[in-house]
């Protein structure tokens, strides 16, 4: 579900006409659903609103200000991995008992600066960081609450790049290791050991991982109360799917239904942490055709866009669909050819979308969808490429929530010797 349709041969995002802002803001540009977003965020609280859970958005998903302050606004709280999302939790006065705090490297002075904000709990991922959290906390005479992150060891089907629960990642700790941390959590006397962490991967489009993670924590539980140990929170994480292409992911509503029973079972406090199902389909990036071009037997469509300002066909083989802001009238004798829409630039990798079926000419505008997600928050100067513009709609209105990067703030940390 998303906000981003045609009316007659325009595509609108809500009530504004999308080659409008191309035109008016250049391109490449992100443009971001308000009602898209803050609608997926509804469905979900909705879907769970039995249990009562905290909502962390996670951060790293979209980490524009604009976009948290909406959904904070809006009671969600945040999941973020880096003093640098801290900061940006600080600037938008997230309240700290709604941020959580992941990440397999925190530093020491990001640990500190987390501690003395106030955050409602660390997601520990190793032994080695629970020492560290313990010295810092120790430091500032400050009692800290923590929750172990489990790697239950669970097959999701996504790409090996998305899959964080299975053996062999770096993340989590295995069932033995969380199993003895809890046992001795008196050899952390700064830490209150208050929970269990899981996330098993993105882009999950079935209830099954989750099930079966859900069903290892629940053994879990069972053996630590014989040993007199009770927790109070269990945080399953984000990762569910999206539409990108031809997906059928699970709703809000029936993966709550699949889940919440054994959620139930544990009597113990819901933390969720969606990102890509809150922003996937709020964004789409939008681009023009600088070139057509054609080499053996082979047709390239030359964007402005590149992999730098979406970086995930790349990085991941992804799929996002692409559409013409507008579209043309077709004739009689009209043949669509294949094509690859490729940037500017110099890697072969630098692709948005390969074999598509396009009749576009030079100048004209296209939409990369699904793009809300793991868009901008990846982009990167490469090849001294400048950032994306970002806006914001709501209804009929445009709001600039990121200006256009300019040449010399490639260079400003820069010094000459």
Not at 45 to 70: G, R, T, W
Not at 169 to 195: C, S, W
Not at 310 to 337: D, E, M, V
Request: hydrophobic share 40%.
């Amino acid at each position: 579900m998303h906000y981003f349709k045609y009316k007659r041969n325009d595509l609108y995002c809500e009530d504004t006409v999308l080659k409008n802002l191309a035109s008016r803001f250049g391109t490449p540009l992100y443009v971001y659903s308000a009602r898209t977003m803050l609608e997926h965020f509804s469905k979900i609280k909705e879907a769970f609103k039995e249990l009562d859970p905290l909502i962390c958005y996670s951060v790293k998903a979209n980490s524009n200000l604009s976009l948290l302050q909406l959904l904070v606004d809006k009671g969600a709280g945040l999941d973020i991995v880096s003093g640098g999302e801290l900061y940006r939790a600080k600037k938008i006065n997230c309240f700290s008992k709604k941020i959580v705090y992941a990440s397999v490297g925190k530093t020491e002075s990001e640990i500190r600066n987390a501690v003395k904000y106030g955050v409602l709990m660390f997601n520990v991922e190793s032994p080695a960081e629970l020492v560290r959290i313990n010295h810092v906390a120790c430091g500032l005479a400050k009692r800290v609450n923590v929750a172990l992150r489990l790697n239950p060891d669970v097959e999701v089907g996504a790409h090996s790049y998305l899959t964080t629960g299975k053996q062999g990642t770096k993340f989590g700790m295995d069932i033995a290791t969380v199993r003895r941390l809890l046992l001795q959590r008196e050899a952390h006397p700064y830490l209150n050991i208050v929970g269990i962490h899981l996330h098993v991967g993105s882009q999950i489009i079935k209830a099954g991982p989750y099930v079966r993670a859900v069903k290892k924590v629940q053994k879990l539980l069972k053996e630590i109360a014989g040993e007199g140990v009770y927790l109070e929170y269990l945080n399953i994480g984000g990762g569910l799917g999206i539409v990108y292409d031809k997906e059928k992911p699970q709703t809000a509503k029936e993966f709550a239904h699949k889940i919440m029973p054994l959620l139930k079972e544990t009597k113990l406090k819901i933390i969720l942490e969606p990102g890509r199902f809150i922003m996937g389909n709020a964004g789409v990036l939008l681009m023009k055709v600088l070139y057509i071009k054609h080499s053996y037997n082979k047709q390239f469509v030359i964007v402005d866009a590149a992999m730098n300002d979406l970086l995930r066909p790349s990085f991941y083989g992804a799929y996002h669909r692409i559409i013409p802001l507008t579209k043309r009238r077709k004739k009689s004798n009209q043949k669509k050819r294949l094509a690859d829409i490729v940037g500017p630039v110099c890697e072969s990798g630098d692709f948005l979308g390969k074999e598509r079926e396009l009749d576009v000419d030079e100048g004209d505008y296209l939409a990369v969808l699904g793009a809300g997600a793991y868009g901008f928050s990846m982009s990167s100067n490469y090849n001294s490429r400048l950032r994306a513009a970002e806006i914001l709609i709501k209804g009929n209105k445009a709001y600039l929530i990121r200006e256009r990067e300019l040449y010399q703030d490639l260079i400003s940390k820069e010094r000459l010797i």
